[in-house]
Every structure is written in C-alpha cells, then in structure tokens.
C-alpha cells in the first residue's frame, strides 16, 4: 500500500476510534509542520571498507590488496607473506573486511602502526590490522 494511503488510512483509523471514547477536545485547526526534507544522502553500507582498496604495505616486500569483486561489499583479498600470494574472497561486515583463510574467519579492520603489534609500521597512522603481527599501512 502506498505511504500516503497507509497514513490517510491510520488516520480515519485513529478518528474512529475517537469517536467511540469519552469526549475530545477539538483539534487544533493550526495547519501542522511540513516534513523535514532530507538533509543529505545516506553514505553507502560500504563506504568505510570501500575506502581500503587498493594495496597496503606490510614488512620485507609484504602486500595486502583489496579489490572490488562485483557486487557491492564484496572484495579479492591478495595477502603476500614472504613465500607467495594467496587469494581470498571478502565480504563487508560493518566496520570489518570478514574471509575464511584455511578454514578460520578471519577479519581486516581498521587501525595504526600500533595496532599490528609489529615495529616496522609503529607510528604510521593509516593501517589495515588481520591480527597482532600482520597489518599493513599506506605510506
């Protein structure tokens, strides 16, 4: 049912039934405030990972790569470790990057140098942290 049918029904709805109780005070005949109007536009469900692709920087030639895979929050994770590559497929989940790596979920989220808990990234400010040891950092 359309918003403007369903409301105009709720309203003889509600005026029915006031009419069957106790008596009412007559409503204010002031003409009532128009609806707000959108501010703005909402930010897309996947803004906050959407803003992580691209590639990252981890230690001794290490790699993080995020790549749109069609549909929206969904990704191509590349992590390269010091023997090789490995590809993973990625889905949004919030303020989270969640896949399945060897059969464990594991997440990518947001964070610093700090937060990777590895001194070569200490004191950089925009990384990407898997878990305490691995992250990696845009330069």
Same mark, same amino acid.
């Given at each position: 049912?359309?918003?403007?049918?369903?409301?105009? *029904?709720?309203?003889? *709805?509600?005026?029915?039934?006031?009419?069957?109780?106790?008596?009412?005070?007559?409503?204010?005949?002031?003409?009532? *405030?128009?609806?707000? *109007?959108?501010?703005?536009?909402?930010? !897309?469900?996947?803004?906050?990972?959407?803003?992580?692709?691209?590639?990252?920087?981890?230690?001794?030639?290490?790699?993080?790569?995020?790549?749109?895979?069609?549909? !929206?929050? %969904?990704?191509?994770?590349?992590?390269?470790?010091?023997?090789?590559?490995?590809?993973?497929?990625?889905?949004?989940?919030?303020?989270?990057?969640?896949?399945?790596?060897?059969?464990?979920?594991?997440?990518? %989220?947001?964070?610093?140098?700090?937060?990777?808990?590895?001194?070569?990234?200490?004191?950089?400010?925009?990384?990407?942290?898997?878990?305490?040891?691995?992250?990696?950092?845009?330069?």
């Amino acid at each position: 049912m359309p918003l403007r049918l369903a409301t105009f *029904a709720a309203c003889i *709805a509600a005026g029915l039934l006031a009419g069957c109780g106790a008596p009412q005070a007559p409503a204010s005949s002031a003409p009532s *405030a128009p609806p707000a *109007a959108p501010t703005g536009t909402a930010a !897309p469900a996947f803004a906050a990972t959407d803003a992580w692709i691209g590639q990252w920087t981890g230690p001794e030639g290490t790699f993080l790569r995020i790549e749109p895979a069609g549909a !929206p929050g %969904r990704y191509a994770i590349t992590i390269r470790d010091l023997d090789q590559a490995h590809r993973y497929e990625g889905r949004a989940d919030g303020q989270l990057i969640g896949f399945d790596r060897d059969g464990s979920e594991a997440t990518i %989220r947001s964070g610093d140098g700090d937060a990777t808990g590895m001194k070569w990234l200490a004191g950089k400010r925009d990384c990407l942290v898997i878990a305490t040891g691995e992250g990696y950092c845009r330069d």
